[in-house]
C-alpha cells in the first residue's frame, strides 16, 4: 500500500512552542503532500515537497523529507491555538495521479 | 475565485435508498477527486475524474459511481445505502494531475 503513516496519531502541546509530526511510508514517491483539516470540514493543502527535494519552508511551516529513509516530517514553529487541528500526509507516486493519505495527526495547540 | 464547492452540506437518507451528492471544482480544474472520511478510518480514496472520464477508481463496491459532466462538476452516486456508508464525503479539483489539491468542505451523509 502506498499509504503515509503519520506519528504520533495526536500531540497536545502549550501555544508558542513547536510541533513536529512526522509520515514515513514504504513505496517510491514522486511528491509528497501535507494537509490540515480543521474539525472534519475540508482539508487545506499546506504544502508540497518533491522527491527531489530535502527541505521546504512556508511561513511558520517546514517540511523535510528523506527518500532514502521514506519519511517526511513537518515542523509547526511558535504555535497558536488557531493552529489546533489534523495534519495529514498525502503521497503522489509515478503515473498514479490519485494522492493517497494517511490518518492524520491530531495537534491541540492549548492557549 | 471561487472555491470547491459540495451540495448538499449534509444528507440523511434511509438504509437501501440512494444518495446523490454534487460538486463543482474551481474554474479551470479539469481533475476531480473523490474521498470518504469514515471516523477513525482517514482519508478512503473513492473515484478520480479527468476531462469527463473515470480514470482510477478505489477499493469500493460498485454502488459507488459517478460522472463527470462536460462542465467539469461531478456527481457521486450512492446505492442501495448501508449504514456503513455513513460518512463524510469529500471532493477536490486540481489544477494538474496529482499536485495541490483544493478540497471542498464536503457533505456529510448519515444512513441511518
Known amino acids: 500500500s502506498q499509504q503515509g503513516e503519520e506519528d504520533p496519531q495526536a500531540l497536545s502541546i502549550q501555544e508558542g512552542e513547536n510541533a513536529t509530526m512526522n509520515c514515513s511510508y514504504k513505496?517510491?514517491?514522486?511528491?509528497l503532500q501535507w494537509y490540515r483539516q480543521n474539525s472534519g470540514r475540508g482539508l487545506v493543502h499546506l504544502i508540497l515537497?518533491?522527491?527531489?527535494?530535502r527541505e521546504k519552508h512556508s511561513g511558520r511551516l517546514r517540511v523535510t523529507l528523506d527518500t532514502s529513509k521514506k519519511s517526511s516530517s513537518l515542523l509547526i514553529t511558535a504555535s497558536r491555538a488557531a493552529d489546533t487541528a489534523s495534519y495529514f500526509c498525502a503521497l503522489k507516486g509515478g503515473s498514479n495521479y490519485k494522492l493517497t493519505f494517511g490518518k492524520g495527526t491530531l495537534l491541540t495547540v492549548n492557549p | 475565485e471561487a472555491g470547491v464547492t459540495q451540495s448538499p452540506t449534509h444528507l440523511i437518507k434511509t438504509r437501501g435508498q440512494q444518495a446523490t451528492l454534487r460538486c463543482s471544482p474551481i474554474s479551470g480544474h479539469t481533475s476531480v477527486y473523490w474521498y470518504q472520511q469514515a471516523l477513525g478510518l482517514g482519508l478512503q480514496f473513492l473515484l478520480w475524474y479527468d476531462e469527463g472520464e473515470e480514470r482510477n477508481r478505489g477499493n469500493f463496491p460498485p454502488r459507488f459511481s459517478g460522472r463527470q459532466f462536460p462542465n467539469y462538476s461531478s456527481e457521486l452516486n450512492v446505492n442501495a445505502l448501508e449504514l456503513e456508508d455513513s460518512a463524510l464525503y469529500l471532493c477536490?479539483?486540481?489544477?494538474?494531475?496529482?499536485?495541490?489539491?483544493?478540497f471542498g468542505s464536503g457533505t456529510r451523509l448519515t444512513v441511518v
Open positions: 477536490a479539483s486540481s489544477p494538474d494531475r496529482g499536485y495541490g489539491y483544493t
Open positions: 513505496t517510491s514517491i514522486n511528491n
Open positions: 515537497i518533491r522527491s527531489n527535494e
